[in-house]
């Protein structure tokens, strides 16, 4: 089985259901990596399409893979080695696969199913182990993945709900990766 992961920042969508390009976070990139690296995905791939922001990712992954925050935290270069900056979601399909959109099989992530169909973890997680194609799951900034992507996707995961209804649910994007990623991949036992 192959994985990566996919933060993307555009097309994502804005509080009022507009497509924007939403700004990169520090601690989303150092989250990520370490959640990534944890569960064995080869990739997380930061799509961002501003290249001043992509040179900050870049900057964020050189202080920590080979400049002085790897003398000083050498864990944190064995996470962030794993970053890939792209500038569109194509991008990230053609260095996963080699031949594209057509190579991977594409996962989506959302806060609400937008009356689309979902697949449960559990069977996630069994598809996951059977996969023939490298599986990219896309995580999305702002207010969520823009319909296109979700309506691209192979397999779109089930929402994160809370056992408890609060009638919140507003996951930062680097806590929602972390929680897929256990419930995919993760050895199943609690405390």
């Known amino acids: 089985m192959r994985l990566a992961l996919a933060l993307v920042h555009y097309p994502v969508l804005d509080r009022s259901g507009g497509t924007v390009t939403t700004a990169i976070t520090n ?4 989250d ?3 959640s ?18 992509r040179a900050l990712a870049e900057r964020i992954r050189e202080h920590w893979v080979s400049g002085s925050g790897k003398r000083r935290i050498p864990d944190r270069a064995v996470a962030l080695d794993v970053l890939s900056v792209v500038p569109r979601i194509e991008d990230a ?21 937008r009356g689309l169909p979902v ?24 207010w969520g993945l823009a319909p ?25 994007v680097r806590a929602a990766c972390a929680i897929t990623l256990d419930r995919l991949l993760g050895d199943g036992r609690a405390g």
């Open 27 to 30: 601690l989303d990139l150092h």
């Open 148 to 172: 296109e992507l979700i309506a691209d996707a192979d397999v779109r995961i089930e929402p994160i709900r809370a056992a408890t209804a609060t009638g919140y649910n507003h996951l930062s």
């Open 36 to 53: 990534a690296r944890t569960y064995g995905a080869e990739r997380l791939f930061v799509v961002h399409p501003v290249a001043a922001q």
């Open 93 to 113: 399909y053609a260095a996963l696969s080699g031949s594209g959109r057509a190579g991977v099989e594409v996962w989506t992530t959302a806060a609400a199913s």
């Open 119 to 142: 697949t449960s973890y559990a069977a996630a997680r069994a598809r996951l182990s059977q996969a023939s194609r490298p599986v990219l799951i896309q995580f999305g900034t702002g």
């Open 32 to 34: 990520m990596a370490r």
